[in-house]
């Protein structure tokens, strides 16, 4: 599939719930909306239909995300389906990292390659705040448990918030560098709690600021990309052997090489990240209306955008959680 830009599309982030166990700063505001009724969430037989077919237009690369993923129910056994039903190169799932330590090794039997997990702050009383309501331990443990799994390469995501997590970015580079792991410092963006909350834009410090500050206390050298390596830019670190990356999408926008769509766990298709609206596959999907399914994802590739806009004052009122991220 190739957009309107002439951008090869073959990545795509699917979300499997809008459930999380956590309600962080940036995505979800305290008070929770009411989840979706199970009726409209996509069955698993629905996404793997619709990753097929996905798959045959292009698709070769599928990140698992929520919500919280590892809240879904029998998420494992979702995992078996997409790799014997569909031709995917690269199987990966972002999580929180709370319920990791317990599924990382079936996760690994079922096919996922690796993990991104959310690390905002190695103080345990800070990332309960952050979090409202994580538990630091659990959530280290899952990433240890991960690596003794060969969930590799695995990558930590950090978003870097003025004010709120800015004074612990070398600690945080430190236990990714001594570890082996990546870790990636990504920007604050305009982005559902983020903007109703008001902590953006007071909150926000670009990846410039970030570097600059690690680069005072690391001697950074650029690195090759890691295997999904997206759009961080890397950095190693003589002698330590894991990486550092920067994730720009507000200073230093990569839309001119975006390769991805969205498929939200309600089954709309989003084009961008930007986008508060989608095309739905699921009244197709469930009609078993492959012809129409493909035609929706040709549409909605077809209505990617240039760019995100969020520089010229575009905010995004739905909910990472409810994005995909």
């Known amino acids: 599939m190739i957009d309107a830009q002439g951008r090869p599309i073959h990545y795509l982030r699917l979300s499997v719930t809008d459930r999380c166990n956590l309600s962080c700063l940036y995505c979800r505001a305290e008070a929770r909306v009411e989840p979706l009724p199970r009726e409209k969430l996509l069955s698993f037989e629905e996404i793997v239909r619709a990753v097929k077919i996905a798959c045959e237009l292009g698709i070769d690369r599928v990140r698992i995300t929520g919500g919280e993923p590892l809240v879904r129910q029998g998420i494992c056994g979702l995992i078996r389906m997409l790799r014997e039903n569909c031709r995917i190169s690269d199987l990966s799932l972002s999580t929180n990292g709370l319920l990791l330590a317990d599924l990382a090794g079936e996760l690994r039997r079922a096919g996922l390659n690796r993990v991104n997990v959310s690390l905002d702050s190695l103080k345990p009383d800070r990332f309960r705040t952050i979090t409202r309501g994580g538990d630091?331990?659990?959530?280290?443990?899952?990433?240890?448990?991960?690596?003794?799994?060969?969930l590799a390469p695995i990558k930590l995501n950090t978003v870097v918030m003025k004010g709120v997590n800015d004074d612990e970015l070398v600690d945080l580079a430190l236990f990714a560098l001594e570890r082996g792991l990546t870790i990636r410092f990504i920007e604050l963006m305009p982005i559902g709690e983020a903007i109703t909350s008001g902590l953006w834009p007071t909150a926000h410090l670009s990846a410039t600021q970030v570097q600059q500050r690690l680069a005072a206390e690391f001697h950074l050298l650029p690195a090759e990309a890691t295997p999904g390596s997206g759009p961080a830019r890397y950095f190693r670190v003589e002698g330590l052997p894991g990486r550092i990356g920067f994730i720009a999408p507000l200073s230093a926008p990569f839309c001119s090489h975006c390769n991805r769509i969205r498929l939200t766990a309600s089954g709309e298709l989003r084009p961008c990240l930007a986008h508060d609206h989608g095309l739905s596959l699921r009244e197709s999907l469930r009609k078993g209306?492959?012809?129409?399914?493909?035609?929706?994802?040709l549409q909605a590739v077809g209505a990617k955008p240039p760019g995100h806009g969020w520089g010229e004052d575009q905010e995004t009122l739905t909910t990472m959680a409810d994005l995909g991220g």
């Open 136 to 150: 630091l331990a659990r959530v280290l443990a899952g990433i240890e448990r991960a690596r003794e799994a060969g």
């Open 289 to 297: 209306d492959e012809d129409r399914v493909k035609a929706l994802f």
